[in-house]
DNA sequence: ATATATATTTAGGCTCACCTAATATAATAT
DNA sequence: ATATTATATTAGGTGAGCCTAAATATATAT
């Protein structure tokens, strides 16, 4: 059995892991979990107790393969849950994740199966990250941040790397939708804000801040 | 904020007061609860300083107007989310019941609310119990328990009094359905078991403590 | 009315998951 | 290399929600 705690923590961890490929330090997981660093410290050793996780005094930890496991089937939970808030009740992609915070925690593999069936087996969640199978494996990425491209690429939008609700909201706004082609007209070279012909049809200059969170692969 | 153990205990207070009448016994509590009186003790003191319940010592408990509106509210959401898993999600009606119990304390009005709207507006469950309406009504009910008629009666199945698994499974394994057409063919004086003849076709013996269980409206 | 049985409460304790304050370790700057 | 700063750990403590054992209150039987 994982607690509520321990499974906040799996989570976290591989989140801050898959973020910076390193140990995880007492100190990031404190701030992401908002709790204090002291309490982590404690915790962290129950859950290597456990074999959750690998921990080394004063340098971090990192997931065990049974802690990794535990970790994106959780992933895999929330992301199919916010495909069906999205998909089927009607929220948007800005209104889903404090729910699904709570919804990837309901215990019960037959439901997350059905679930997945009754989605259609979808293979990314509304913010276009990907979602583990039922074994914890990912498909291969092929996107990269937008701002990695350069004049004349045309792309496709597929995800997002800021999950804020200010990054989506803009994005809502300015009308900028998963699946949208976006085609690299012009690079300011001063700012790196991109000039972007949307769709074949609208132009817009987006931010650097804005292009280095937005996934695309090339079409 | 309520937390999960207060819902718990609010909905068994609920369950309790509606099946009897009367106040609820510390007793009761722990056996529906699975926890030491002495806890349940403890623990309805606190419930009742913050006016959830009103508790007279040694004699039991009964919930206030606003202890009553959660309880309802977490029923509410416990029967809409069953209707989820059985109609979209094809579940039996029998295997709901344990991921509702967890689903039931999921917080979000907006989530309800919008889970309301895609089924529909549900009025009963898959067991033929009453949905409440967000303000915590609930619509008149109309049905008896079958034992309650006689010969020549004419009636439908619209719930259940007992929601066992081995109950649900009887029904299922006879072919027993919410909406069927009971006929009452024959009562044995003896045993109080009723020939019934179902939807025009099938005859069937059903002991009393089944027609007690069945829920049926006059038709 | 009294004895017995049952139900309830009190008292004291435990674990989980957090906290603060004090101390120790590691990283960085001089 | 040493001082300073940042990070991590230890020690001691808290509230929530449970426990057992002992004491008290209520209901039932004689």
Request: net charge neutral.
């Amino acid at each position: 059995m994982t607690s509520l705690a321990e499974e906040n923590y799996l989570k976290t961890i591989y989140k801050l892991h898959e973020k910076n490929n390193a140990m995880v330090t007492t100190s990031a997981l404190a701030e992401s979990l908002q709790i204090n660093a002291a309490s982590v410290t404690d915790f962290i050793k129950k859950m290597a107790a456990k074999k959750l996780i690998t921990y080394q005094k004063s340098r971090g930890v990192s997931l065990t393969e049974a802690g990794r496991q535990l970790a994106v089937n959780i992933i895999r939970k929330h992301r199919l849950w916010e495909v069906w808030l999205v998909n089927n009740l009607a929220f948007k992609w800005d209104e889903v994740h404090e729910i699904a915070e709570q919804l990837e925690h309901i215990v019960s593999n037959e439901l997350i199966e059905h679930l997945d069936e009754h989605l259609g087996f979808p293979k990314t969640d509304p913010h276009g990250d990907l979602i583990p199978d039922a074994k914890g494996r990912f498909a291969k990425v092929s996107s990269k941040p937008l701002l990695d491209y350069k004049v004349g690429d045309n792309t496709k939008f597929v995800g997002v790397a800021e999950h804020s609700n200010s990054f989506l909201q803009y994005l809502t706004k300015n009308n900028i939708k998963l699946g949208d082609e976006l085609l690299v007209e012009g690079i300011e070279e001063f700012d790196n804000s991109f000039q972007v012909k949307i769709n074949r049809k609208e132009r817009k200059l987006l931010s650097k801040d804005v292009v280095k969170n937005l996934f695309v692969i090339t079409v």
